[in-house]
């Protein structure tokens, strides 16, 4: 191909990609100066990617064995992520808990399974109400720690652009710390015991460490008979978050020089959140355009035109691997809501991977004003999920949950029985709870089970 010919190619494959600016926006913050934000997004737009084109195509590749059945995604991370919790320690235990996670399913289930973080760049979310009121004094809602802060101050809430270059610093360091623990030995599954550690003895941690013990005798037969287990010490993990902000994700999108076609390099895999999902809106015109592969949430209102016209938007070409449908009808909902969608995929020639979310489907608040869900609900959800795909002989292709590997207490119930007096001990979460380290291998080992029925 001629530099012209390359040209023409990049400058086609970069139009559209503005678009999204013509069309209705929802959840987008209002910056006070947009002379500043329009400076910050330029600035962003110079910056290296965060992932490669090359990872991207890999995942899609997963992804298309999940959908295909051969193989199982596992996505958790905080509803949330700020800046300030990205430490290392915290960074690992997240890690640690969705590779223990990731263990029980490959153990019990024997099946690969793919290991996404809603982490390195989950800073943006959508809010049910532009503002917020305590005590009389109204000011506009927290946004994500790439808008504005946290704190109750007129300053604090007020939107900074420059946090979108704060929240690509804290993405590109969080990543580099997820890259260094699974490929430089802290993923070695010859380690699996020294994940499990500095936690209570507990039902789950203590299951936990039985099966560490008959893989690390499996692996200890194996090396004595000769085999050589230099894969076992990496392991793929990829990140993903809600793309939500679309200036930021726009000014990382850039075109492969590969293949001359558009990669958001914010993440390997992005998701399209429930309430920005509007088929001739922003969100949905932004990311057909882009090679990653997309998830769609889909609550309980979810209709079978409405599903097939996702397809159609960002799926043109039945690509697998490319359109994930992340289902979060609650646990009352979706035995009702699934089914039907399930049957009519059926008659198409779409074959999504189908996810299941089962937070945020369960949230309530307490009388105490504390925002949780209860261990059984999400359980209740799971399984739903799973006879649904079983009824229509479908596949259910991964799980997507809200987890720390902290010791906190957000959602009720679970071996520790945690209970509505428990919340006020250990609440940390900013804005959505989330299964604490022990809930979230107790509901592994759940998963592991259905998975092998
Ligand atoms: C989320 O994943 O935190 C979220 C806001 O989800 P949903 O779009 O499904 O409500
Ligand atoms: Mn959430």
């Given at each position: 191909?001629?530099?012209?010919?390359?040209?023409?190619?990049?400058?086609?494959?970069?139009?559209?990609?503005?678009?999204?600016?013509?069309?209705?926006?929802?959840?987008?913050?209002?910056?006070?100066?947009?002379?500043?934000?329009?400076?910050?997004?330029?600035?962003?737009?110079?910056?290296?990617?965060?992932?490669?084109?090359?990872?991207?195509?890999?995942?899609?590749?997963?992804?298309?064995?999940?959908?295909?059945?051969?193989?199982?995604?596992?996505?958790?991370?905080?509803?949330?992520?700020?800046?300030?919790?990205?430490?290392?320690?915290?960074?690992?235990?997240?890690?640690?808990?969705?590779?223990?996670?990731?263990?029980?399913?490959?153990?019990?289930?024997?099946?690969?399974?793919?290991?996404?973080?809603?982490?390195?760049?989950?800073?943006?979310?959508?809010?049910?109400?532009?503002?917020?009121?305590?005590?009389?004094?109204?000011?506009?809602?927290?946004?994500?720690?790439?808008?504005?802060?946290?704190?109750?101050?007129?300053?604090?809430?007020?939107?900074?652009?420059?946090?979108?270059?704060?929240?690509?610093?804290?993405?590109?360091?969080?990543?580099?710390?997820?890259?260094?623990?699974?490929?430089?030995?802290?993923?070695?599954?010859?380690?699996?015991?020294?994940?499990?550690?500095?936690?209570?003895?507990?039902?789950?941690?203590?299951?936990?460490?039985?099966?560490?013990?008959?893989?690390?005798?499996?692996?200890?037969?194996?090396?004595?008979?000769?085999?050589?287990?230099?894969?076992?010490?990496?392991?793929?993990?990829?990140?993903?978050?809600?793309?939500?902000?679309?200036?930021?994700?726009?000014?990382?999108?850039?075109?492969?020089?590969?293949?001359?076609?558009?990669?958001?390099?914010?993440?390997?895999?992005?998701?399209?959140?429930?309430?920005?999902?509007?088929?001739?809106?922003?969100?949905?015109?932004?990311?057909?355009?882009?090679?990653?592969?997309?998830?769609?949430?889909?609550?309980?209102?979810?209709?079978?035109?409405?599903?097939?016209?996702?397809?159609?938007?960002?799926?043109?070409?039945?690509?697998?691997?490319?359109?994930?449908?992340?289902?979060?009808?609650?646990?009352?909902?979706?035995?009702?809501?699934?089914?039907?969608?399930?049957?009519?995929?059926?008659?198409?020639?779409?074959?999504?991977?189908?996810?299941?979310?089962?937070?945020?489907?369960?949230?309530?608040?307490t009388e105490r004003?504390y925002?949780t869900?209860?261990?059984?609900?999400?359980?209740?959800?799971?399984?739903?999920?799973?006879?649904?795909?079983?009824?229509?002989?479908?596949?259910?292709?991964?799980?997507?949950?809200?987890?720390?590997?902290?010791?906190?207490t957000?959602?009720l119930?679970?071996?520790?029985e945690i209970d509505e007096a428990a919340l006020e001990t250990r609440y940390?979460?900013?804005?959505?709870?989330?299964?604490?380290?022990?809930?979230?291998?107790?509901?592994?080992?759940?998963?592991?089970?259905?998975?092998?029925?």
């Open positions: 191909m001629t530099i012209t010919q390359q040209l023409q190619q990049q400058v086609s494959a970069a139009a559209g990609l503005d678009n999204w600016r013509e069309l209705p926006i929802r959840q987008q913050p209002t910056w006070p100066d947009p002379e500043a934000a329009n400076y910050v997004v330029n600035e962003l737009a110079k910056r290296p990617p965060l992932v490669f084109a090359g990872e991207v195509d890999r995942l899609r590749d997963r992804l298309a064995q999940a959908a295909a059945g051969n193989a199982f995604v596992l996505q958790g991370g905080d509803c949330a992520e700020t800046f300030s919790g990205a430490t290392a320690d915290k960074i690992r235990g997240r890690v640690s808990t969705i590779l223990q996670m990731a263990l029980v399913l490959t153990y019990g289930a024997s099946m690969p399974v793919i290991k996404m973080g809603r982490m390195a760049g989950q800073f943006a979310k959508p809010r049910s109400k532009d503002t917020e009121t305590r005590d009389g004094v109204t000011l506009p809602a927290y946004r994500g720690d790439i808008v504005n802060d946290f704190a109750f101050t007129e300053e604090a809430r007020t939107p900074n652009p420059q946090r979108m270059m704060d929240g690509y610093h804290v993405s590109s360091s969080t990543l580099n710390l997820i890259r260094a623990f699974t490929t430089g030995g802290f993923a070695d599954m010859r380690e699996v015991h020294s994940w499990n550690k500095g936690f209570a003895a507990n039902p789950a941690n203590a299951r936990y460490d039985l099966m560490a013990r008959e893989i690390d005798r499996a692996l200890k037969f194996m090396t004595a008979t000769g085999a050589d287990f230099e894969a076992l010490k990496e392991v793929e993990f990829y990140i993903g978050h809600e793309g939500l902000l679309l200036e930021y994700e726009r000014a990382l999108t850039r075109i492969d020089s590969r293949t001359q076609l558009p990669y958001d390099t914010s993440a390997h895999f992005i998701w399209i959140g429930e309430r920005t999902r509007d088929l001739d809106e922003a969100h949905m015109d932004f990311f057909s355009r882009v090679r990653n592969p997309i998830g769609v949430k889909l609550g309980p209102t979810t209709d079978v035109e409405t599903m097939k016209r996702i397809i159609d938007k960002l799926d043109p070409e039945r690509e697998p691997g490319r359109l994930t449908f992340i289902t979060r009808m609650g646990a009352q909902k979706i035995g009702d809501v699934l089914p039907s969608l399930l049957e009519a995929i059926k008659a198409e020639d779409a074959t999504p991977l189908w996810i299941t979310d089962p937070m945020h489907g369960n949230g309530f608040t004003g925002k869900r209860r261990f059984d609900d999400v359980v209740t959800e799971v399984k739903g999920f799973f006879s649904a795909h079983k009824e229509a002989g479908t596949h259910p292709g991964g799980i997507h949950i809200e987890l720390t590997g902290d010791d906190v957000e959602c119930g679970g071996s520790e940390e979460s900013l804005c959505d709870p989330r299964l604490n380290h022990m809930q979230s291998l107790e509901l592994a080992f759940l998963v592991a089970e259905l998975l092998q029925e």
